[in-house]
């Protein structure tokens, strides 16, 4: 940010990963920072080595002390974290100047070039490709990612010098409104967050609103067919992109056993013979978007995309390879990210490609009760497409139970015959017990947190 006012900054809910980039951003610049979360992570230990002063206890005791002045410390939330925790009290009623974690965001995209990434899937890969080929270059950038990049192990990538800033623009409870693009990408729009938005109508205007945020002679990146209705301002240049048609596409594909090579068609040129280096089917349409975010923004060397877009080695959590046995049919783990019906679709799907002749089984876990009770019926013909069903219960995240809410309302409709409804602690030894040939872990929860015993066990199996 441009305005130095503030020495200490105080994060609410600080081992989010998205608040994890900021914290690392304010450490960067010599700033004091603390903060508060639930629990303790892998995420918040690192945090704690970089400098940060993270605790454990909700109460105000817990606040150190040199971040009790209002004058000299600024306070930064996430809307996850509730109202009525007693340090966010203690900071409201003691005048502290208190914003969320997406306004501060906003502040950062006005003093640079900001590339914004929304959609409700492929956000964070396409900003992840975009921000790793920014870093392939003489340009850098600096970099908020809602998950950590393999490359460089972090969600956040900093540059002194770099004009540009590369930013997952989050559309839940609006978030991405307070920013400011030059140029803003669109991936997709199937309805999500109907907790906060209550209708798919209220959900495209959020959106379609994000499209009037884009700065004068900036550029809107927007997949082909959406049901959206852009209103970007007059000088805004638009621009459409898929895998098979519009602005950006593809042709030419070639697959082979774990290999995808395409030509990508722009309006500067093709490129041709893009290798990908984290070659799963749904991966072509995000680097499209991710260099048609940078040919709008004036960067377009073929040579460094085509290197980058191969040493791309992806986030932790998308497509994640965690066992592959060296011989042709051995056994494979795929970790993914997907908490939607459509990702869990492309995800299953992407597998599939990748994997043609396999047996597929999929162990999923719900995210949220309020999306588990709005897509109940898409998930389950999403998840209908495994040959074997491992199916959670649901993660609660923020939410309190609702009634009458459970897995089973996906279970009950998944056309797959060999399906179990199982409790998570008993995923390790259900798969376990089970010869499974290819694996999908899938959800935004902590299925992943299972996944080192899981790994360790089929690898040791004969």
């Known amino acids: 940010m441009s305005?130095?006012?503030?020495?200490?900054i105080y994060f609410v809910g600080a081992g989010g990963i998205g608040m994890a980039a900021l914290e690392r951003y304010f450490l960067s610049r010599g700033r004091n920072v603390a903060g508060y979360d639930r629990t303790s992570t892998p995420l918040t230990d690192a945090l704690r080595a970089e400098g940060a002063d993270i605790t454990f206890s909700p109460e105000a005791e817990s606040i150190p002390e040199a971040f009790r002045d209002p004058a000299t410390t600024l306070v930064v939330y996430t809307p996850a974290v509730p109202a009525d925790l007693p340090i966010l009290e203690y900071f409201r009623s003691h005048g502290f100047e208190i914003m969320k974690r997406a306004k501060v965001l906003?502040?950062?995209?006005?003093?640079?070039r900001a590339l914004c990434f929304a959609g409700t899937h492929g956000k964070t890969t396409t900003s992840s490709m975009a921000a790793h080929i920014l870093q392939s270059c003489s340009i850098g950038c600096n970099a908020f990612l809602g998950g950590v990049l393999k490359n460089y192990n972090s969600n956040f990538l900093l540059s002194a010098s770099s004009p540009f800033s590369v930013i997952e623009?989050?559309?839940y409870d609006r978030s991405f409104h307070h920013l400011s693009p030059t140029v803003a990408v669109i991936t997709a729009t199937d309805p999500d967050h109907l907790d906060i938005y209550g209708t798919e109508e209220a959900y495209l205007?959020?959106?379609?609103?994000?499209?009037?945020?884009?700065?004068?002679?900036?550029?809107?990146?927007i997949h082909e067919g959406l049901k959206l209705k852009p209103r970007p301002a007059d000088g805004v240049r638009v621009y459409t992109y898929s895998r098979d048609k519009g602005d950006f596409h593809a042709s030419y594909i070639r697959r082979t056993p774990g290999n995808i090579t395409f030509d990508m068609v722009t309006p500067r040129g093709t490129i041709r013979n893009i290798n990908l280096g984290v070659p799963v089917e749904v991966n072509i349409e995000n680097s499209i978007a991710a260099v048609a975010a940078l040919c709008a923004a004036d960067i377009f060397d073929p040579e460094v995309i085509r290197a980058a877009l191969s040493s791309y080695q992806g986030t932790k959590r998308r497509f994640e390879t965690w066992l592959k046995e060296d011989a042709g049919n051995g056994r494979v783990i795929i970790d993914d990210y997907a908490h939607h019906p459509e990702e869990l679709r492309k995800s299953i799907a992407s597998i599939r490609a990748l994997?043609?002749?396999?047996?597929?089984?999929?162990?999923?876990?719900?995210?949220?009760?309020?999306r588990t009770r709005d897509f109940a019926d898409d998930f389950a013909d999403a998840l209908s497409g495994a040959d074997s069903l491992i199916l959670l219960d649901i993660y609660p995240a923020r939410e309190e139970p609702i009634p009458g809410v459970s897995s089973e309302m996906i279970f009950k409709?998944?056309?797959?015959?060999?399906k179990v409804l199982i409790?998570?602690?008993?995923?390790?030894?259900?798969?376990?017990n089970r010869n499974f040939d290819l694996l999908l872990t899938v959800g935004?929860?902590?299925?992943?947190?299972?996944?080192?015993?899981?790994?360790?066990?089929?690898a040791n199996r004969q």
Do not use: M, W
Not at 206 to 215: D, G, K, P, Q, V
């Open 423 to 432: 409790a998570k602690e008993k995923l390790v030894e259900t798969l376990k």
């Open 169 to 171: 623009a989050d559309e």
């Open 205 to 221: 205007e959020s959106f379609a609103h994000f499209t009037e945020l884009i700065r004068p002679g900036g550029a809107l990146i």
């Open 3 to 8: 305005d130095n006012s503030y020495q200490n």
């Open 413 to 418: 409709n998944v056309k797959t015959a060999d």
């Open 444 to 458: 935004a929860g902590d299925i992943c947190d299972y996944l080192p015993q899981i790994v360790s066990d089929t």
């Open 355 to 370: 994997y043609p002749d396999r047996r597929l089984t999929v162990a999923f876990q719900p995210h949220l009760y309020s």
């Open 106 to 112: 906003g502040l950062i995209t006005r003093d640079t």
